[in-house]
């Protein structure tokens, strides 16, 4: 049994089991929804068609996911004037599975199970992706554990460079401390040394030239 049914400003022919999309109702996934707006309902002979609507007619639904639809784009173009506008659009819709199908007479049930599974988790799937809904149950501790440990590791760096660096220099402090004393003592010996070298030097030849005369 089937039935037209009127929802946001357009009919559908649905029937139990059908998967339905919709313009964007309220609710969260999973909600049981209801259409009396039922213009037409039977099967076969027994069609009933409404005035405008069927009395006790009713179309029961679960509302799976709410999500943007495709992209539609706005060209605008005006010639010879170097006018050009690209506009686009996502409207939101509502996908649902319609669970049963009653008229005031009759009434038709689909016996599935229905799947909250949305789009996105399945688009992941087929391109071997990482589900969105594992990603989404991830808890929001273990995803702050890695970046305490990182802050924790990264705070005593700092420290231990700081230490390190004045243990460093204080072996270069006293290097250079000690290198102008023991440098200064050889050179003042060499000099004094040079200079009474050179006098007896000097002195040796004249002692020789008086002797000789």
């Known amino acids: 049994m089937f039935a037209v049914i009127k929802t946001g400003g357009k009919q559908y022919r649905v029937q139990a089991g059908d998967m339905l999309v ?16 039922v213009l037409m309902v039977g099967e076969g002979a027994d069609v009933v068609v409404g005035a405008p609507l069927v009395e006790g007619a009713v179309v029961n639904a679960t509302l799976i996911e ?4 495709e992209k539609v784009k706005i060209f605008k173009k005006i010639r ?3 006018y050009r506008r690209t506009r686009g659009h996502r409207q939101f819709e509502s996908v649902l ?7 005031g007479k009759n009434e038709t049930k689909w016996d599935g199970v229905v799947d909250l599974t949305t789009k996105a988790v399945l688009d992941a799937r087929a391109r071997n992706l990482k589900s969105v809904a594992e990603a989404a ?8 554990a890695p970046v305490a440990k990182k802050a924790a590791a990264a705070k005593p760096a700092p420290k231990a460079k700081a230490e390190a660096a004045p243990a460093a220099e204080a072996p270069k402090a006293e290097a250079k401390a000690a290198a102008p004393k023991k440098a200064a ?3 003042a010996e060499t000099k004094s040394e ?6 007896p030097k000097k002195a040796a030849p004249k002692a020789k030239a008086k002797s000789a005369e």
């Open 22 to 37: 919709v313009e964007k109702l309220d609710g969260e996934a999973g909600a049981a929804v209801a259409f009396n707006e």
């Open 66 to 69: 709410t999500r943007k639809g």
């Open 80 to 82: 010879r004037q170097g």
């Open 97 to 103: 599975r319609v669970t049963s199908v009653a008229s």
């Open 137 to 144: 149950s991830a808890p929001v501790a273990a995803k702050a």
């Open 185 to 187: 003592a050889p050179k």
């Open 194 to 199: 040079a200079k009474a070298e050179a006098a």
